[in-house]
């Protein structure tokens, strides 16, 4: 089972275009084509699932470069999708967790925990 990255695409190209574009080279079991969560647009790319990895290969070669829709087609094998465990980290500053201070803006070697509380204003 192979599956294929289909990059490229025009944003009008259906799932059903893309089925019959890679039957010419053998047998689809899925295709999926990526869309916005906010528009619902298409995002211009695209995943197809081949059982033949022979068959597969001619679609790479036949198709990659071809074009569709006024595109280009780039297509070759998906890398599969990297873990993640959370929120991307940034490395720049201004976006996300701060430089290096904790809680409250108290350095490493002192715990906020040790430091007197503030009075709290009443919630009424």
């Known amino acids: 089972m192979k599956n294929l990255f289909v ?3 025009s944003f009008q190209t259906t799932e ?3 089925t019959a574009l890679f039957q010419g080279f053998g ?3 899925r295709v999926h084509v990526a869309m916005d969560r906010e528009t619902g647009r ?3 790319f695209a995943f197809v699932e081949m059982p033949n990895d022979e068959e597969a ?3 790479i ?4 470069g071809k074009e569709v829709g006024g595109r280009a087609l780039k ?3 998906a890398r599969p999708k990297e873990a993640r465990s959370g929120p991307p980290r940034s490395s720049g500053s201004g976006s996300g967790g701060g430089g290096g201070r904790g809680r409250g803006g108290y350095s490493s070697n002192e715990d906020y925990r040790d430091a007197p509380r503030q009075p709290r204003e009443p919630r009424w």
Do not use: C, I, Y
């Not at 070669?61 to 990659?64: C, K, W």
């Open 16 to 18: 059903s275009e893309l």
């Open 27 to 29: 047998q689809v079991t």
């Open 42 to 44: 298409a995002r211009g």
């Open 61 to 64: 070669a036949g198709l990659n």
């Open 57 to 59: 290969a001619k679609a």
């Open 75 to 77: 297509v070759n094998e």
């Open 7 to 9: 990059g490229n695409m």
